[in-house]
């Protein structure tokens, strides 16, 4: 979810796979072809039990024996499964968030010394307009940009021989 919030703007859609590995279609006609079980519990198999017992309280037609069902019902069913369309109500703001975006545009300052066009002064880190995925490439983008700035400052006031 934090990841996905990088990415979404604000009052749209994000649209979810919920099996994302699976070939609903063909999953769902293979048990209808062999199973006697509920279409909640086939469907337990391919995502959450909670989930799939929730799922199918969505319609009467996913309510039975999946050996029972329409075809058009478990068209239906994956197609929803996989295309789960929700428009969140907003996120938890600064309390919450691990990494702005946004923040002092990149092409404004030198990839080797961190400097603004502005002499002397330099930008680094999360002040910048870089954004990483979450798992350390935020960490990695402030320590080396801090590291690519100081060997650069360190250059500057080092008395020339
Ligand atoms: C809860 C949380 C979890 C995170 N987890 C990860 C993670 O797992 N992996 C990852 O890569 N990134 C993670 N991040 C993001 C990462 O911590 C930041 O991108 C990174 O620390 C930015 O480093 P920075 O030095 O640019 O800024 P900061 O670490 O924010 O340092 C800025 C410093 O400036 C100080 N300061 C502010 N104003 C002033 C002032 N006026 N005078 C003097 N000092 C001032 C602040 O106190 C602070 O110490 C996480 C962030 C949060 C909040």
Avoid at 3 to 26: C, F, K, V
Avoid at 88 to 101: M, N
Avoid at 147 to 154: I, K, P, S, T, V
């Amino acid at each position: 979810m934090l990841q996905i919030s990088s990415y979404w703007r604000e009052g749209t859609p994000i649209r979810l796979n919920l099996a994302p590995d699976t070939d609903l279609p063909a999953a769902l006609a293979r048990a209808k072809a062999s199973s006697r079980k509920r279409i909640a519990n086939e469907l337990a198999q391919l995502v959450p039990s909670r989930l799939a017992d929730t799922w199918v309280q969505q319609e009467s037609a996913w309510q039975r024996p999946i050996a029972e069902a329409s075809d058009k019902a478990l068209a239906q069913l994956a197609e929803r499964l996989a295309r789960w369309e929700l428009t969140p109500t907003g996120t938890e703001g600064y309390r919450k968030a691990e990494v702005t975006l946004g923040g002092v545009d990149t092409r404004d300052l030198s990839s080797q010394t961190m400097e603004s066009k502005q002499p002397g002064l330099y930008f680094i880190g999360e002040v910048v307009d870089v954004t990483g995925w979450l798992g350390g490439y935020n960490f990695q983008w402030a320590w080396a940009s801090g590291h690519a700035c100081a060997q650069a400052l360190a250059a500057r006031l080092r008395p020339s021989a």
